[in-house]
């Protein structure tokens, strides 16, 4: 299959902006290709893998980022309205580069080829740490692996929220409990609350793609006895409830369904939400407390924001 690459050429400062903006406007996934994300390779840190100093070499200067659109004929007024955006932005912030964008064909072949040079491992949580599957990982003790090919569904600008979405896993997590991941994306938050002891998982997509990578994920990853990755809306397919939803989406859906979404969390149970930039946070946080949720903490991790609330009864 053939995909439509629109590359946006931006600066770090920015580089958050654009990514959720192209997500916006439906792109399948979006990778961020950053000098800055890469450890200087003669001084490794333990959370990535030594790194050749060739590929600092070859990076481009501006930060660049990458987004997937499906080829229709939708695309064309898409790519209008991103560029229309995109010079309303760069008039009003010359930090964020010259937010130029330009488009090529692309094959899932292609495109698979470039996430193999820049995804690396990194620690999501205190134990838990994310790998793709062709690279090699020399875990410490007490690790947890989770083995990801991300597919079209996964996208390398979000570390800091699956971070944090994790880490609030590893806080509410303790043993038996139901989990719903809405827009589960890759699988990993869901294989994250397999591995951290959850008794049972349902991890659900509106993403045909997105399902089979994650299905696959799941089944690689040996917790499909305690992870179901189904197809579909939860708010529309499913009456399921939980103890505990996550949601690493974006800012817009979570203002949109936090109302509706309690109803398929119980009466005391938690809601942890991520995939919000820092602009947006008072936001979504007032979309939260409207929904009658009880904010119990909030984290920030560069350009983004975690919310853990828990529905009132």
């Known amino acids: 299959m053939n995909w439509i690459e629109c590359i946006v050429h931006t600066t770090t400062l920015g580089s958050d902006w654009v990514s959720e903006l192209l997500m916006e406007l439906g792109a399948t996934g979006t990778m961020i290709e950053d000098k800055a994300d890469i450890p200087d390779p003669s001084k490794p840190h333990g959370i990535w893998e030594i790194i050749d100093p060739k590929l600092l070499d070859e990076m481009p200067e501006d930060v660049l980022v990458h987004a997937w659109f499906t080829p229709d004929d939708s695309f064309p007024g898409l790519f209008r309205q991103l560029q229309e955006q995109l010079t309303a932005m760069h008039a009003s912030q010359p930090l964020y580069g010259s937010l130029l964008a330009d488009t090529r064909t692309v094959s899932e072949d292609a495109w698979a080829e470039v996430w193999k040079q820049y995804y690396k491992p990194f620690y999501a949580g205190k134990h838990l740490v994310v790998k793709p599957t062709w690279e090699p990982f020399d875990p410490a003790p007490g690790d947890k692996i989770i083995e990801i090919d991300p597919g079209m569904a996964f996208g390398s600008g979000t570390h800091e929220t699956t971070g944090m979405c ?86 817009d859906i979570i203002i949109s369904f936090a109302a509706p979404l309690r109803n398929h969390i119980r009466p005391g149970g938690l809601f942890i939400c991520s995939g919000i930039v820092r602009e947006r946070t008072e936001e979504v946080r007032e979309a939260l407390l409207r929904a009658d949720y009880e904010i119990l903490k909030t984290e920030h991790r560069g350009e983004w924001t975690a919310f853990l609330c828990r529905r009132n009864s």
Do not use: F, M, W, Y
């Not at 590893?170 to 991941?181: C, P």
């Not at 002891?197 to 991890?203: E, M, S």
């Not at 917790?223 to 579909?232: A, C, H, K």
């Open 166 to 251: 994790i880490s609030l896993l590893e806080e509410t997590i303790h043993g038996g409990e139901s989990i719903i991941d809405v827009g589960t994306g890759s699988g990993i938050l869901a294989i994250a609350a397999a591995l951290l002891g959850a008794g049972r998982v349902l991890a659900i997509d509106i993403d045909p793609d997105a399902v089979r990578v994650a299905g696959e994920n799941v089944i690689h990853n040996q917790v499909e006895n305690i992870v179901e990755v189904r197809e579909g809306d939860l708010l529309k397919n499913t009456q399921e409830t939980c103890e505990i939803c996550v949601a690493n989406i974006i800012s």
